[in-house]
């Protein structure tokens, strides 16, 4: 595996039942970038992302094949610690959805699942990384209330906190943006680009403009096929395949 | 519809009414607070502490125990066979098949066994046949509950790298708990108004309950022997005690009902 390489998806098919949703996927996701996996709502995105941690054993329906090396651990090698695994990666999913627990809870019940048991340490934690997803100065003074009082965009910044706070070195966002309002959307944003010399980032979108934003390489997928990848200099200044250049066009979505 | 809706909230009504009638009239303090005096069953006086302490004790009994083994089932359907939906589905099934068996069955199972482990009626062999006959119940609705967990949610805790155990204990129970006391407390309602699986297995007495092996009155059997009774005043006797029970089941709905709704203002709103 390359320096560069993160993540590096070999030969990845995953079928539900007789449907295949993705077909032979190889892609390098490199370190420390944000990687935006663009592509029409249907074209097997999110599932794409539901491989890298595994969270496909949640759906019986899905067969998934192939190597997702991490490191040179292989994620869908049923003989890993998943559970370990999982802790390498933060999820931030469309939807917030923030534990059944006090808003501080939420974070340190993550801090927990890491092994950190001293309450001190779990205190200045939780500080930091509510910090961290510029959540901290809006509600430090409602730290024991039910983390859903939060507004929804407040509630995904929770969430990303929450993910932080595992120690993840990947972070995982599915569409983190589309239920949110405008202003949160671009904490979400500005967060990641902060965020990327630490971490590496796969985002999975469907708005352009988003994309062209904060990526620094494309993945452009349609039905379950990778169709272009590259630097987002290339995917969107010379796209050399015809789909992407219809989908950049607005000609279908 | 509407005359089928009609038709049956009547029938509640009337059956509510003539509790309410009859019950009224002949509950006193002395019924709720003594035991029946030799003679009870043909005029003479007392009351039916007994049947009251008598069912609580086997309800909450039986609850306790039925939730004990309850509770992990059903964290077990919906969180560890999530990869075995055909598996779920036929434990679905067949417990939703038990629950259709008369109560009196259970009666009659129970019996069985307590002839095979030579225990006498008793407030344990009460619990023990109540527990299997709420069990159902009890396993059904935390189960509907649980599937009702959104994915997201799961989703959510798995990524950060949470085990089964932890996912089950941490986010089942706190995501459905108002879900969960309603069950509790079905189940408790369920076990307390039968009288059919207490028959054999519980006895009758004229005594407080004083231990788990001692036989215990309760209050449907109470009411059958009083309604037995040829003495008007002691048939209108049992109106009372069936006012007593019903009481007992409102106050538990109301305060399930209450729990629920203090509880749903925290929950997560999507």
């Excluded at chain 1, 595994?54 to 190597?67: A, I, S, W």
């Excluded at chain 2, 309760?218 to 059958?224: A, E, R, Y």
Aim: glycine share 8%; with cysteine.
């Amino acid at each position: 595996m390359d320096e560069k390489t993160k993540i590096e998806i070999r030969d990845l098919n995953v079928w539900a039942g007789k449907t295949q949703i993705l077909k032979n996927i190889n892609i390098d996701i490199p370190r420390n970038k944000i990687t935006v996996i663009l592509g029409p709502s249907g074209c097997g995105k999110t599932t794409l992302l539901k491989c890298l941690n595994r969270l496909t054993d949640l759906y019986p329906e899905l067969n998934v094949n192939g190597r997702i090396m991490i490191d040179g651990s292989n994620v869908l090698d049923a003989n890993e610690d998943i559970y370990k695994l999982r802790q390498q990666m933060g999820l931030l999913s469309q939807r917030p959805y923030p534990l059944p627990m006090t808003i501080y809870n939420n974070v340190a019940y993550a801090l927990k699942l890491r092994g950190i048991k001293s309450r001190r340490e779990t205190h200045k934690l939780v500080m930091h990384y509510l910090q961290q997803a510029t959540l901290w100065d809006e509600i430090r003074g409602r730290l024991r209330e039910p983390a859903s009082r939060l507004s929804i965009g407040q509630q995904q910044r929770l969430c990303l906190a929450r993910g932080l706070a595992v120690n993840p070195e990947i972070i995982l966002a599915d569409e983190p943006t589309s239920a949110l309002d405008p202003i949160s959307s671009q904490f979400i944003e500005e967060t990641f680009v902060k965020l990327k010399n630490d971490y590496t980032i796969v985002l999975v979108t469907h708005v352009l403009r988003q994309a062209k934003r904060i990526a620094d390489n494309v993945v452009f997928m349609y039905l379950g096929d990778v169709i272009e990848q590259g630097s987002v200099e290339e995917v969107f200044g010379n796209p050399k395949m015809e789909r992407t250049k219809l989908y950049l066009g607005g000609t279908f979505n | 519809m509407i005359i089928a809706t009609f038709f049956i909230l009547a029938i509640l009504a009337i059956i509510i009414y003539s509790i309410f009638e009859k019950g009224v009239k002949s509950i006193s303090w002395e019924m709720l607070t003594q035991v029946p005096q030799g003679g009870y069953y043909y005029g003479k006086g007392g009351g039916i502490l007994n049947a009251i302490l008598g069912s609580l004790a086997l309800a909450s009994g039986a609850t306790a125990l039925a939730f004990l083994i309850g509770l992990p089932v059903a964290l077990y359907l919906n969180v560890f066979l999530i990869r075995h939906k055909k598996v779920i589905n036929i434990i679905r099934f067949l417990l939703d098949l038990i629950w259709g068996i008369p109560s009196i069955v259970y009666g009659a199972f129970g019996f069985t066994l307590m002839i095979f482990f030579g225990i006498q009626t008793s407030l344990l062999a009460g619990i023990l046949t109540v527990t299997l006959f709420i069990l159902p119940i009890m396993i059904r609705s935390m189960d509907e509950i649980f599937s009702t967990v959104p994915i997201g949610l799961q989703e959510a805790a798995y990524s950060l790298g949470s085990n089964k155990s932890e996912i089950a204990f941490k986010i089942f129970t706190r995501q459905s708990f108002s879900g969960i006391v309603t069950a509790v407390l079905l189940s408790f309602g369920r076990g307390i108004g039968d009288a059919a699986a207490v028959l054999f297995t519980a006895g009758y007495t004229d005594h407080l309950p004083n231990g788990l092996l001692e036989p215990v009155a309760t209050l449907p059997l109470s009411i059958f022997f009083q309604l037995s009774s040829p003495v008007p005043e002691v048939q209108n006797r049992a109106y009372a005690s069936a006012l007593v029970l019903t009481l007992i089941i409102l106050l538990v709905s109301l305060f399930s009902r209450g729990l629920g709704k203090r509880y749903h203002k925290t929950k997560i709103n999507f």
